[in-house]
């Protein structure tokens, strides 16, 4: 069964470094989707992606982050200059097309901690 | 504004009961469709169940169902006959605009403990 891929599991870096994570979506899926989950928290969405544009995006995702498909497999979250508030667990989705009733599928998560 | 309501941080049931999880919600659309996945300790989000505005007849999967009251705005998940497995934060989440790239809004989430 088709999956969405995260790298790497696992991000641990310095406050003020640049933190790039990884998305593979679903290989037909059209519309991808970052969202985060601060520990113990609802999960929020950040960003959504379609045809190599931003689509929407909430007050969260502010200048520091920024999103590409840089080729035609992978999405990439890029976290200019981390913050400790910044720690959570980012986890992507996707889904083929804009229906009401379609699953949005989500990644494993990529559990980003900032020190 | 769109926003989902769960109530009920953590519930306890033991394995072979039911359980139902409450949400409510509020938009002012008049086409949504509201979602349950499940989330155990190992961190996956997995999907359990959809339920569109319109659809008539509650959402059934499997064990879980959902008791869908519109009028009410809520949609509160019920898995029957608990299993250890079912042990997990389990998130309510509704869509509600036909555009590209809608996102899920989600809910607070309920932590579920079944034993035995």
């Known amino acids: 069964e088709p999956e969405v891929t995260q790298t790497p599991s696992h991000q641990v870096t310095q406050m003020g470094q640049e933190v790039i994570l990884r998305c593979v979506p679903i290989?037909?899926?059209?519309?991808f989707y970052w969202y985060r989950q601060i520990l113990g928290q609802k999960v929020e969405f950040l960003v959504s992606?379609?045809?190599?544009?931003?689509?929407?995006k909430s007050e969260i995702f502010d200048d520091q982050f920024s999103v590409e498909r840089p080729d035609g497999s992978n999405f990439t979250l890029k976290i200019r200059s981390t913050k400790l508030e910044d720690s959570a667990m980012y986890f992507c989705?996707?889904?083929?097309?804009?229906?009401?009733?379609?699953?949005?599928?989500f990644g494993p998560g990529t559990r980003l901690t900032v020190l | 504004a769109q926003k989902i309501t769960q109530t009920q941080p953590g519930m306890f049931v033991q394995e072979k009961e039911a359980v139902t999880l409450d949400c409510t919600y509020d938009?002012?659309?008049?086409?949504?469709?509201l979602f349950w996945y499940k989330q155990p300790s190992s961190g996956e989000m997995i999907f359990l169940i959809y339920?569109?505005?319109?659809?008539?007849q509650n959402a059934t999967e499997g064990r879980y169902s959902l008791n869908f009251q519109k009028a009410r705005k809520s949609a509160n998940l019920v898995i029957s006959a608990s299993q250890l497995g079912d042990s997990a934060m389990y998130f309510c989440?509704?869509?509600?605009?036909?555009?590209?790239?809608?996102?899920?809004?989600f809910g607070k989430g309920t932590t579920l403990s079944v034993s035995s």
């Open positions: 989705a996707s889904d083929p097309f804009p229906a009401l009733g379609n699953e949005q599928f």
């Open positions: 290989s037909n899926h059209l519309y």
């Open positions: 992606f379609y045809n190599n544009e931003i689509s929407e």
């Open positions: 938009t002012s659309d008049q086409s949504y469709g």
């Open positions: 339920q569109g505005s319109y659809d008539e």
């Open positions: 989440a509704m869509r509600s605009r036909h555009q590209a790239g809608t996102a899920l809004i």
